[in-house]
């Protein structure tokens, strides 16, 4: 499991589109957003390769300028299943 937040940095006259795109992306939730082109995002996948190319695409997101990672969590679940044991 990886769990990561960033900020999108969208130009402001493309922001209701940047934001209608994240919210078709598998795994990303919008958690605010403002009217100069920030965006508050979460991306959870499975793991962290997965959650690189996540990344990438919000990079490809026409009217995005910039994505900056904020917080990474990773758990392979091992952890988890010493507990259980």
Do not use: C, W
């Not at 990303?28 to 403002?34: K, N």
């Not at 995005?64 to 392979?76: A, I, W």
């Amino acid at each position: 499991m990886n769990i990561s937040s960033a900020v999108v940095r969208a130009r402001p006259e493309k922001l209701a589109q940047v934001q209608s795109r994240l919210e078709h992306m598998p795994g990303v939730e919008i958690h605010a957003a403002t009217t100069d082109g920030k965006i508050v995002v979460t991306v959870e996948d499975s793991d962290a390769g997965a959650a690189a190319d996540t990344f990438v695409r919000l990079h490809d997101i026409e009217g995005v300028v910039s994505v900056s990672l904020v917080y990474q969590y990773s758990d392979d679940g091992s952890q988890l299943e010493e507990t259980q044991q």
